[in-house]
T-cell receptor, first 115, second 114 residues
Framework: AQTVTQSQPEMSVQEAETVTLSCTYD???????LFWYKQPPSRQMILVIR??????QNATENRFSVNFQKAAKSFSLKISDSQLGDAAMYFC????????????FGQGTRLTINP | DAGVIQSPRHEVTEMGQEVTLRCKPI?????LFWYRQTMMRGLELLIY????????DSGMPEDRFSAKMPNASFSTLKIQPSEPRDSAVYFC????????????FGPGTRLTVT
């Protein structure tokens, strides 16, 4: 079974600075998808960014980018120019490209933005 | 375009009572997922449907839990009888199976069983 691990329960960053959230996963599959979801205090789960395992190029969405290291099974999220609205729980998630469609989530990292 | 709709947003009930959570997926989506979020276990899948058919219910904790999807625009998750350990946030999510892989989440239902 696949597992996802987020080793940083909490992180904090100064507004306008850059922060990186870590995620590692374990799988025997070669084709899969990885995601970062944001959960603000409203508890709504918001998709931040996705990465297809077959793509070598790291995904980027505005201030959010990932560092995908397939061999190391690592998938970190970098947030540039942090804003107060980025404060939330961030979850890393894995989904098989074949078979089970379910998302397997990490335990989450709580990100605090200091003004 | 309306997102995934869940009702109620909050539910408080007494142990032993029946609880029904409802979900309306995004129009055109053909996969629907029920997740549960607790402090102890995090986010975990309970069950998912493709084209209204249950595909994987291995996450349903026990027989007290049941889920149905009578049509493409409605699903229910029922707990009977409810217990305090069922207290959690229950999310419904939907996706368009043939295309990509994003799952869009509803706002969740916070269930408290006293």
């Amino acid at each position: 079974a696949q597992t996802v691990t987020q080793s940083q329960p909490e992180m904090s960053v100064q507004e306008a600075e850059t922060v990186t959230l870590s995620c590692t996963y374990d799988t025997s599959e070669s084709d899969y998808y990885l995601f970062w979801y944001k959960q603000p205090p409203s508890r709504q789960m918001i998709l931040v960014i996705r990465q297809e395992a077959y793509k070598q190029q790291n995904a980027t969405e505005n201030r959010f980018s990932v560092n995908f290291q397939k061999a190391a099974k690592s998938f970190s999220l970098k947030i540039s120019d942090s804003q107060l609205g980025d404060a939330a729980m961030y979850f890393c998630a894995y989904r098989s490209a074949s078979g089970a469609q379910k998302l397997v989530f990490g335990q989450g990292t709580r990100l605090t933005i200091n003004p | 375009d309306a997102g995934v709709i869940q009702s109620p947003r909050h539910e408080v009930t007494e142990m032993g009572q029946e609880v029904t959570l409802r979900c309306k997926p995004i129009s055109g989506h053909n996969s629907l997922f029920w997740y549960r979020q607790t402090m102890m276990r995090g986010l975990e899948l309970l069950i998912y449907f493709n084209n209204n058919v249950p595909i994987d219910d291995s996450g349903m904790p026990e027989d007290r839990f049941s889920a149905k999807m009578p049509n493409a625009s409605f699903s229910t998750l029922k707990i009977q009888p409810s217990e305090p350990r069922d207290s959690a946030v229950y999310f419904c999510a939907s996706s368009f199976r043939r295309r990509t892989y994003e799952q869009y989440f509803g706002p969740g239902t916070r269930l408290t069983v006293t």
